[in-house]
């Protein structure tokens, strides 16, 4: 029986098939419920008891082998190619459905192309950052509160490390490496632990705007702020700039622009005072610029920073920031036309 079985194991590794058919001959032949293998089987229990063992592990061989064989086979079927007369050339392709671009990775696109025709070019950071590109470096004091739990989240274990809570980290970033004149735009995604609403989140994007040389004053700030208001909100649009605070800008100031569903007049989305504050912005602080090696003597520089939700319900009027991370087809298919 032995060789028997060493006989077949040689005959089935041959084995070949042209087609389906003759592919289900073979396993008919071999491994049905009357095939070669599955009568050997049966013959087995006449085997003598001291044979069991090595027949067995051989008939086992037998069996693997040959469904492998004929496995192989088949999928050689499957992955031949069609031959070209079975194709239907002319038939109609089906209909392909198109994703659609994220309402904020329009907006995004749209604020640093305008910035882009203003000479500025796109740097990017992480995300994961360390507390000196967050904070140290712009001039935020120990105890400043951004540096809170409650607003930032760290990495465990580690007070070092932190998710950014602002792209201005990106600043300081190229700020280290690059000599000016230095005209960046850097958008991104950050990260704040707020609780979930229709109006905060504990992630959200910014895009941070940072120009560094010599003799650089708040005069051409406002007038690249003016340029941004009139170019993403339309010609009509009036600026005004109120004092503020940021540890890493002096001075520094908000930015609103006129109510661009009332016109100005007055309406509930912008609290009936015809304005509304999209940004804030300032001349970079000497202490920032020494903090990475640039000479607050002979360079100055304007930044600016604002958020892509922000920008983005004022242009659509999204009224609940969750619709932006939910991933709804039937949000994100009204931005289409918008492509
Ligand atoms: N980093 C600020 C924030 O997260 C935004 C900002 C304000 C950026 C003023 C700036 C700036 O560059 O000059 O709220």
Not at 9 to 19: C, F, I, M, P, R
Not at 147 to 156: E, V
């Amino acid at each position: 029986m032995l060789n028997k079985i060493k006989a077949l194991l040689q005959e089935v590794e041959q084995l070949k098939a042209s087609n389906a058919e003759e592919l289900e001959a073979l396993r008919i032949k071999y491994l049905s419920k009357k095939g070669e293998i599955f009568l050997l089987m049966n013959e087995f229990r006449n085997v003598a008891a001291d044979q069991k063992r090595e027949v067995g592990i051989f008939l086992n061989e037998l069996k693997e082998t040959t469904q492998n064989k004929i496995n192989e086979i088949k999928e050689g079927f499957n992955n031949a190619q069609v031959s070209l007369d079975e194709i239907d050339l002319t038939r109609t392709a089906y209909p392909v459905s198109m994703g659609t671009r994220h309402p904020l990775s329009i907006v995004k696109k749209e604020i640093c192309d305008i910035f882009g025709r203003l000479g500025f070019s796109i740097a990017e950071g992480p995300e994961i950052e360390d507390d000196w590109h967050v904070f140290s470096s712009l001039n935020f004091a120990d105890d400043h509160p951004a540096r809170d739990m409650q607003d930032t989240f760290f990495i465990q274990h580690n007070p070092e490390i932190v998710l950014r809570t602002h792209t201005s980290s990106v600043q300081t970033r190229v700020m280290e490496k690059q000599e000016p004149p230095i005209r960046i735009i850097c958008p991104g995604r950050v990260y704040r632990n707020e609780a979930i609403s229709y109006r905060a989140h504990c992630f959200f994007h910014q895009v941070e705007a940072l120009y560094i040389d010599k003799d650089v004053s708040f005069a051409d700030l406002k007038q690249a702020l003016i340029f941004f208001a009139k170019e993403m909100f339309g010609p009509e649009t009036n600026i005004r700039l109120r004092p503020s605070y940021f540890p890493f800008t002096e001075p520094s100031a908000e930015m609103d622009i006129s109510c661009n569903l009332c016109g100005g007049k007055g309406c509930p989305f912008c609290k009936h005072t015809g304005w509304v504050e999209i940004l804030g912005c300032g001349m970079v602080h000497p202490n920032v610029l020494e903090n990475c090696g640039i000479d607050s003597k002979v360079y100055s520089g304007y930044a600016l920073g604002m958020g892509i939700e922000r920008i983005t319900n004022l242009k659509y009027q999204v009224k609940d920031l969750r619709l932006f991370s939910e991933n709804d087809i039937r949000f994100l298919r009204q931005f289409e036309s918008a492509n």
